[in-house]
């Protein structure tokens, strides 16, 4: 299933996020065990010590941060991306203390799944699809993508999706 998906590293580690967690700790521990990323305690973003998601200002997207908080138990889903693939996803969530809470959701510009973090927090995984056949159109994209897949889809993610690596 995952042989059309995009399986290599963003720029920017979401697509969009502010998480609140109970325990600032166990939650860093946990989003860096799933993510396989570094990340530390910052006592410069605010009132309150964040953990902030790597970013890059340079690319296109945001990076996000968790903060100590009351999870909204239904509350909004944070979406990120997946790139090592939604299988390897799935795995890292359960080992690292969440669970996963659906199968993967096929959408015209990918795959995604829904999971719970430990705090509860609803979280999305998603990796992008790509064309069985590139558009070999450098410009493509400044008009629309000709296998009518919308610029916008996919440059608010930072990504060319006729373009990228395979």
């Given at each position: 299933m995952e042989q059309n998906l995009i399986s290599h590293a963003y720029e920017n580690t979401g697509c969009w996020?502010?998480?609140p967690v109970t325990d600032l700790d166990a939650a860093r521990n946990f989003y860096a065990e799933v993510l396989q990323i570094d990340l530390s305690v910052s006592e410069d973003g605010g009132p309150n010590p964040i953990v902030f998601f790597p970013y890059n200002d340079d690319a296109?997207?945001?990076g996000g941060h968790l903060y100590p908080?009351?999870?909204?138990r239904d509350g909004n889903t944070v979406h990120l991306m997946a790139p090592p693939g939604l299988d390897a996803m799935r795995e890292r969530i359960v080992a690292a203390g969440g669970s996963v809470e659906s199968p993967?959701?096929?959408i015209p510009t990918g795959a995604?799944?829904?999971a719970r973090d430990p705090d509860g927090n609803s979280i999305g995984f998603f990796q992008l699809q790509r064309h069985a056949v590139g558009c070999g159109q450098a410009s493509a994209?400044?008009?629309g993508c000709p296998h009518r897949w919308p610029a916008s889809s996919f440059t608010q993610l930072g990504v060319d999706l006729c373009h990228a690596p395979r």
């Amino acid at each position: 299933m995952e042989q059309n998906l995009i399986s290599h590293a963003y720029e920017n580690t979401g697509c969009w996020f502010e998480i609140p967690v109970t325990d600032l700790d166990a939650a860093r521990n946990f989003y860096a065990e799933v993510l396989q990323i570094d990340l530390s305690v910052s006592e410069d973003g605010g009132p309150n010590p964040i953990v902030f998601f790597p970013y890059n200002d340079d690319a296109p997207g945001t990076g996000g941060h968790l903060y100590p908080g009351t999870p909204p138990r239904d509350g909004n889903t944070v979406h990120l991306m997946a790139p090592p693939g939604l299988d390897a996803m799935r795995e890292r969530i359960v080992a690292a203390g969440g669970s996963v809470e659906s199968p993967d959701i096929q959408i015209p510009t990918g795959a995604f799944f829904y999971a719970r973090d430990p705090d509860g927090n609803s979280i999305g995984f998603f990796q992008l699809q790509r064309h069985a056949v590139g558009c070999g159109q450098a410009s493509a994209h400044a008009a629309g993508c000709p296998h009518r897949w919308p610029a916008s889809s996919f440059t608010q993610l930072g990504v060319d999706l006729c373009h990228a690596p395979r």
